[in-house]
């Protein structure tokens, strides 16, 4: 990332699992090694379905505890003159500062006794798919370790989240936030008949991909943690943080399309209450015209 963001600090990047600055059990290194290349499953039903109750992080007044009244779309609208690869990858660094820190607070409840499994809600266990593309279910602590890893490692990755900046990432008439042409998930400078977002920036073709594939990730972090541990969130007083760190990510994924409609259904009623708190409106307004 440019200067004006300071690119990515490598020193800030969060350690899996960190909490405050100590690490928190159960380490990675307790497990077997991950599945390699790693690559992060879907989906998986985990069983028949069945009625529930209603769980706890609609009830009210939860639901509608907020840090922040209003839209979030002033923080989330794409900056003129920042190109569009700079902006997802600062917001996507700081979103995954954050949830590391959520998790860090309640990993100590996440254990392979309290969560055999992925669990997103009733009736959907995640799944972790190995390098045969073979499904395997794996405790929540264990996943979350390999998802907190695996984003690390690319947030890490030079050849995907450059430090240094290459040409003008910035204060030019020529970024895409200044020339506003195309989507928002489409928006990029046309050099050579390629265009791909972030390629002014110095990010990769694939950059947009992997931060759709990063996000989807997060988000199943966001389900497990609202449907097992919103308890602990509430006991420690830290709702109204969580509700408005995951309504700031849901509408930052809704401003620039990383997120399909099916990745977000284990929090679909949680996001449609948001909605009709207001928080995500002129929606329209905030994405790159």
């Given at each position: 990332m440019s200067n004006l963001f300071g690119r990515f600090r490598r020193g800030r990047t969060p350690t899996p699992g960190q909490n405050n600055g100590q690490q928190a059990a159960p380490n990675i290194s307790?497990?077997?090694p991950p599945p390699s290349p790693g690559i992060p499953g879907q989906g998986q039903p985990g069983g028949p379905g069945r009625v529930a109750a209603k769980p706890l992080?609609?009830?009210?007044?939860?639901?509608?505890?907020?840090?922040?009244k209003g839209s979030f779309s002033t923080i989330v609208v794409l900056p003129k003159y920042v190109d569009q690869g700079e902006w997802l990858a600062l917001n996507i660094f700081e979103f995954f500062d954050m949830l590391n820190r959520f998790f860090g607070v309640v990993q100590e409840f996440c254990t392979q006794k309290n969560c055999p499994s992925m669990s997103a809600g009733p009736g959907l266990d995640y799944t972790w798919l190995d390098s045969n593309r073979k499904p395997l279910r794996l405790p929540a602590p264990q996943y979350i370790e390999y998802v907190l890893l695996w984003i690390s490692n690319r947030i890490n990755?030079?050849?995907?989240?450059?430090?240094?900046?290459a040409g003008t990432t910035t204060a030019t008439a020529a970024t895409p936030s200044a020339m506003r042409s195309g989507s928002a998930s489409g928006a990029a400078?046309?050099?050579?008949?390629?265009?791909?977002?972030?390629?002014?920036?110095?990010?990769?073709q694939n950059f947009l991909a992997t931060c759709k594939a990063i996000y989807k990730q997060m988000f199943r972090v966001f389900?497990?943690?609202?449907?097992?541990?919103?308890?602990?969130?509430?006991?420690?007083?830290?709702?109204?943080?969580?509700?408005?760190?995951?309504?700031?990510?849901?509408?930052?994924?809704?401003?620039?399309?990383?997120?399909?409609?099916?990745?977000?259904e284990p929090l679909r009623a949680l996001i449609d209450t948001f909605e009709e708190q207001g928080l995500f409106k002129d929606v329209s307004s905030a994405k790159v015209q």
């Open positions: 307790a497990y077997p992080f609609l009830c009210k007044p939860f639901v509608t505890s907020q840090l922040v990755d030079e050849a995907i989240f450059p430090t240094k900046s400078l046309t050099q050579g008949g390629e265009t791909w977002v972030g390629k002014d920036g110095g990010f990769p389900a497990h943690i609202y449907h097992t541990h919103f308890d602990k969130m509430l006991h420690m007083s830290l709702e109204a943080h969580f509700n408005s760190l995951f309504a700031h990510f849901i509408h930052f994924s809704r401003t620039f399309d990383l997120l399909e409609p099916r990745d977000v």
